[in-house]
């Protein structure tokens, strides 16, 4: 069963970047995709974006041109760089991924790792 460790959350002032890391504990080359997904207080959990084994990636309308996924496969890692931060993107956000391209959101789940921004 794989295990992803997230990091790279934390509290941040409106205007200021983050980059979030998530940890595959196997290779990540086996998932058709990998993403982050996040969740705020009394709201659904939403895509926040998603990169293929192949590179393409995806982005909700919210964070597009602010945020960029990335990949490194010989680190098992898989990155968020979150510049421009506003209030609302307030959340816990989650690593998410599958060894199914269909299947989205994907079945295999980390932990969630909090980032608040706020002055």
């Known amino acids: 069963q794989v295990q992803f460790v997230e990091s790279g959350g934390g509290l941040v002032q409106p205007g200021g970047s983050l980059r979030l890391s998530c940890a595959a504990s196997?290779?990540?080359?086996?998932?058709?995709?990998m993403g982050w997904y996040r969740q705020a207080p009394g709201k659904q959990r939403e895509l926040v974006a998603i990169?293929?084994?192949?590179?393409?990636?995806k982005y909700a309308d919210s964070v597009l041109g602010r945020f960029t996924i990335s990949r490194d496969n010989a680190k098992n890692t898989v990155y968020l760089q979150m510049n421009s931060l506003n209030v609302e993107d307030t959340a816990v956000y989650y690593c998410?991924?599958?060894?199914?391209?269909?299947?989205?959101?994907?079945?295999?789940w980390g932990q969630g790792t909090q980032v608040t921004v706020s002055s």
């Open positions: 990169i293929t084994r192949g590179g393409s990636t």
């Open positions: 998410n991924a599958d060894t199914a391209p269909a299947i989205v959101p994907g079945r295999y």
């Open positions: 196997g290779s990540i080359f086996s998932f058709a995709f």
